[in-house]
């Protein structure tokens, strides 16, 4: 036996509309890299498509080829690592947006044939990737020769922002909007710009644009010490729920452990819902943990440790041990069973 992310589809519906209704007139851009945040990528596109969501992050080649699979040529599907030429034609032929943030990566788009849609990247401050400021006139000079000769089509100009502190992050939109109006100079039309991912774009409306791509909020994901999911108007969309093995001596063991994706620092730490109330977790074995027992547990009987209905969702995990809510959701093992209502 082991346990099973049930994830609620409805719920995460709910999530979407309330994004939509607090970036409009932005558009959102869905973020579903890591599988949907682990909650499974075809079942969540195939919904948030029903939804009325057009655009999808998806990070990497691979995983935009996966969401074009599922949705067909209407979706417009957002990567911005591209590792090589190889990668670059392949996002092209797909017809994927490319996020460029380099330069050589500009000169292998462009190389491909078919018009590749580009959206350039800026760094404003992160250096995760990103041409610098003092680079900027150049690198979107040479985007106005390729677009000019039919290579490339530059659709959009983004940037991701650390949404950690509210100075640093005026800091770097002082600097897009800078980046914008060089590109614009240089002869660029971008219609789509896009800065912030969930934090910033439900925060402050200064930094929504035209595009937001969120990711956590989607999922019901709050950030770590900031505002409380009910004052977001979002909710958690998954369960993770363990079978009980057996009992001994008051303590209940349970089917899911850290190679499930529990992290072991969670024993004495989290306190998870049975049907005998809420208990303690105590150990965490690799393919098993056990709880502090209740009268009447028996093998079979099903706790929610995480998420919706248990007593703590993945960001109140996270908060216990210092670390931030992606990093427990994003650690259930793609072993354990997704099952989707
Ligand atoms: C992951 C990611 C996002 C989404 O961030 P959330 O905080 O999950 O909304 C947005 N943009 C980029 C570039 C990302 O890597």
Known sequence: MSGVLRVDLDAFAANLREIAERVAPATHMLVVKDDAYA???????????????????AFDVRTGLAVREVLGDDARIFVWIVATAEEAAEAVAAG??????????????????????????????????????EDWPQ?????AEHEAAGAIEVVGIWSHIAEASDAE?????????????????????????HLAASAASFAWPEFRYDLVRVGAFAYGIRPADGPAESELGIRPIASLVAPVEGVADGVVRIGLGSLDGLPSTLAGVLTIATEGGVRMLHAVDATASTVDGWPG?????????????????????????????????????????????
Request: charge should be negative; hydrophobic fraction near 45%; avoid cysteine.
């Open 297 to 341: 547990a028996t093998a079979g009987d099903e706790v929610v440790v995480l998420g919706a209905g248990a007593e703590l969702s993945a960001t109140d995990a996270a908060e216990r041990i210092g670390t931030i809510g992606e990093e427990i959701a994003l650690r259930i093992s793609p072993l354990v069973r997704r099952e989707y209502r």
């Open 169 to 193: 992050d005026d800091a770097s939109r002082a600097v897009f909007d800078e980046a914008v109006h060089v590109a614009e100079a240089a002869g660029l039309r971008p219609r789509l710009r």
């Open 139 to 143: 690198f979107t000079a040479r985007a």
């Open 39 to 57: 909650h499974g990528i075809e079942p969540i596109v195939r919904r948030a498509w029903i939804e009325g969501v057009r655009w999808f992050g």
């Open 96 to 133: 994927l947006d490319v996020g460029v943030g380099d330069p050589l990566l500009l000169e292998d788009v462009a190389a491909v044939g078919g018009t590749a849609r580009v959206h350039l990247k800026i760094d404003t401050g992160l250096h995760r990737n990103g041409v610098r400021p």
